[in-house]
């Protein structure tokens, strides 16, 4: 199979989950501490996932827990952001101009900065005041989802915690392997298809919203160089299906978290104005060992991910396009 | 001067001007009995209008005000917003779906609903506390902004807010047509030539992000049936920058708030790698009688869509193609 690499892959995730007693250890005492409240605070793909953690947790919990922007921050500020306040944050390289702007004047304010910084001795690992160093790439999700799981615990959110862990430590690095596995043929039916569309659509709700719109910048638009959009499901009813005709490419994500039911209205419309849309939906990944009531929470955006993974793959072969290479991002100062 | 009837557009805004007392006593009410949070609740463009009255207030207030989403309401829920919430929203027709049903979970909860309902007698203006009915179009903004404004005025964060007022109720409504006036050989320029683009990208920050997203999506999209995607001016140089090229049709809009800095790096980025741009600046419509440091505030919106009136005026008569009808939109049920 193109670009899998199946023990390195299950390595990668359950080395992820091995970084529980770690977080555990900082959200503990954060939490002993007291917070007034919580950001997760990023720029492009990291403020995605932020917006991820976010809505998983605002459907599960009453903790104030929100999505800061790294450049609204450090322009428009945010005065609710205080030296009480818990800031968590995430960086490939650890030098996102952005970020560390943004992370230089929280640390003024006396905001405690938990940070998982890829890369040991950044600027951003020694800006942060508690730092998580793990290296292997796509695992995003699965720290700040910890965070917001320990957080929840600790306010009584989430009973089933260790339970709901257990079955993680088991069974979630296998079973992403074989849902991949799964997704192999169609990733490579649908990268034919639709490697040179013009535009695409990426809809989306719930956890899903924050997966299209990251699908859409940061692998379609900034890796592959092809034409995208993200537009949330309940969005989408309210201007842009006026645009859309019987060859429009459109995908639509379908989570399992309760926004579906947003997704499903957009489901049912689609067959009726277009021809040319693809629905992936997570429910057609069964993953063993994993309760189907837990399945709304990380694993969700998981599978859909190991989903688009092929689809990546495959536009990469076929479009003669190296995925790590950009025209203007880094290349030159603006 | 195509569909311009400067008495009436003059009318409108004064119209809307003279809320103001109508507005300080419902909010002064409120301030009075206390609340926890304040939501601007919407979807769509009153979404739109109410990321812009947040990032307005943000820069200003520590006063604690969020956008709600009205689908992800009545789906994922938000358990901070209580019986001692202040929840604002506006209506043309006073029964767009997904927000009747959020309003009507609101009540449940025993938030405080104050509706700024274009047609009395809908069923949102029945399920609100407090109403407002104005009919005439395109005041959103300035009712929005009148309630963050006297927000902060009782906050203490506006000493100057009679001033800034008898600014407007003397200058605002004469200065708009004048800017429109201003705009219309803009407008003609622009429609003829992006009219026919297979897609159009538009790029703002602060409240002028709101802006662009409603722009996009309510006008280009819902309404003159182009393709359009709006992106925020520091996520653009997070993957949508890669997919631009000389021919790529991209629309900046520069306003006068503090994330203007933010959009004048897509300025300084954009003509190195594009040749088919067009800046749109609230700078270049002087306002007699509005003092400069008061610019930033709803001018900056207002002046924005004069310019964009013009262009969609002329879009509509060259597309041959009316503006008040949809494809789907309300003509079935899905």
Not at 12 to 40: C, S
Not at 207 to 213: D, R, T
Not at 276 to 286: E, G, M, R, V
């Amino acid at each position: 199979m193109l670009k899998f690499n199946e023990q390195q892959q299950i390595d990668t995730i359950q080395g992820a989950l091995e970084l529980r007693p770690t977080v555990e250890e900082i959200i503990d005492k954060v939490w002993d501490e007291g917070f007034d409240n919580v950001f997760y605070l990023g720029i492009g793909g990291t403020y995605a996932s932020g917006m991820q953690a976010v809505t998983y947790m605002n459907g599960r919990s009453d903790l104030p827990v929100y999505v800061q922007h790294a450049a609204e921050y450090y322009t428009t500020g945010n005065r609710r952001l205080t030296e009480k306040s818990l800031v968590i944050l995430s960086s490939v390289t650890g030098t996102t101009q952005e970020v560390v702007r943004a992370v230089k004047e929280m640390k003024e304010v006396g905001a405690t900065l938990l940070g998982f910084i890829d890369k040991a001795g950044s600027i951003l690992a020694e800006l942060c005041d508690y730092v998580v160093c793990y290296e292997p790439l796509g695992t995003e999700q699965i720290k700040y989802f910890m965070v917001a799981d320990r957080l929840m615990n600790r306010n009584g959110d989430f009973d089933d915690y260790e339970e709901y862990y257990a079955e993680l430590d088991n069974y979630l690095a296998k079973g992403l392997v074989e849902a991949e596995k799964k997704a192999d043929s169609f990733g490579l039916e649908f990268a034919q298809k639709h490697r040179h569309d013009a535009m695409h659509y990426f809809i989306g709700a719930g956890n899903q919203w924050g997966a299209v719109y990251s699908y859409a910048m940061c692998y379609w638009e900034e890796q592959s160089w092809l034409r995208s959009k993200s537009i949330h499901s309940a969005e989408f009813l309210h201007g842009t299906l006026e645009v859309i005709d019987e060859t429009t490419p459109v995908t639509l994500f379908l989570g399992e978290d309760e926004q579906r039911m947003l997704s499903e209205r957009v489901k049912n419309l689609l067959p009726r104005i277009c021809a040319n849309y693809t629905f992936i939906d997570t429910k057609d990944y069964p993953v063993d060992g994993i309760s189907e009531k837990n399945r709304g929470r990380v694993l969700s955006y998981l599978l859909m991910h190991c989903v688009t993974q092929r689809i990546d793959a495959y536009v990469e072969k076929l479009n003669c396009h190296p995925l790590d290479i950009r025209r203007y991002y880094r290349q030159f100062d603006y």
